[in-house]
């Protein structure tokens, strides 16, 4: 089966780091973009960019650009979405979501981040 | 880039047919045939309906079908099902990078 697995929700403070991550299965991981996407509470769908596994290439949303960074792990089949300091405004769902063509077509369950003092 | 136009809610009795549109510009929608539609259940992750503005993928109903008229593309619901409930949004490739892409708002469909 091809499938996505993303990390565990995670509760953080502002100002902490943190990375999550996102596991392949079913495919040939390093033939595929990863898509990171962005569900702040009650709101819409948006692009964060992208991540090529096989060479690490990345490709970020400019309105994403310099506030997070995107690495992968081709050993492990796994790609990562990482913030040095987080922001309150930071909280949402993070979705990973594989590229196929321009459209995603598999993609991971999610994971919670939510950033409160 | 600016996300696409969705109207935040549709609306329809079983059996009976519902739209959705999603307008962009001629740099998006309009520009290239990239146009994707995805379903969304309440705390689920979004599950890939219609790419390439008519394409389904295996194991999407018939009854889901997609099409693009100028700047403006459509998400038609046929024979509307209790179980089609849910929030829908389109997407678009939408630049010359081979990268960029932009959502939809988002449409909440209620089968009444």
């Known amino acids: 089966e091809v499938q996505l697995v993303q990390s565990g929700a995670e509760v953080k403070q502002p100002g902490e780091s943190l990375k999550i991550s996102c596991k392949g299965s079913g495919y040939s991981f390093t033939s595929y973009w990863i898509a990171w996407v962005r569900q702040m509470p009650g709101k819409g769908l948006e692009w964060m960019g992208f991540?090529?596994?096989?060479?690490?290439?990345?490709r970020y949303s400019p309105s994403f650009q310099g506030q997070v960074a995107f690495s992968a792990d081709k050993s492990i089949s796994t790609a990562y979405l990482q913030w040095s300091s987080l922001k309150a405004s930071d909280t949402a769902m993070y979705y990973c979501?594989?590229?196929?063509?321009?459209?995603?077509?598999?993609w991971g369950q999610g994971t919670k981040v939510t950033v409160s003092s | 880039q600016s996300a696409l136009t969705q109207p935040p809610s549709a609306s329809g009795s079983p059996g009976q047919s519902v739209t959705i549109s999603c307008t962009g510009t001629s740099s998006d929608v309009g520009g290239y045939n990239y146009v994707s539609w995805y379903q969304q259940y309440p705390g689920k992750a979004p599950k890939l309906m219609i790419y390439e503005v008519s394409k389904r993928p295996s194991g999407v109903p018939d009854r889901f079908s997609g099409s693009k008229s100028g700047n403006t593309a459509s998400l038609t619901v046929s024979g509307l099902q209790a179980e089609d409930e849910a929030d829908y949004y389109c997407?678009?490739?939408?630049?010359?990078?081979?990268?960029?892409?932009?959502f939809g708002g988002g449409t909440k469909l209620t089968v009444l």
């Open positions: 991540i090529y596994p096989g060479d690490s290439d990345t």
């Open positions: 979501a594989r590229r196929d063509g321009r459209a995603f077509d598999i």
């Open positions: 997407s678009s490739y939408a630049g010359s990078n081979n990268f960029d892409v932009v």
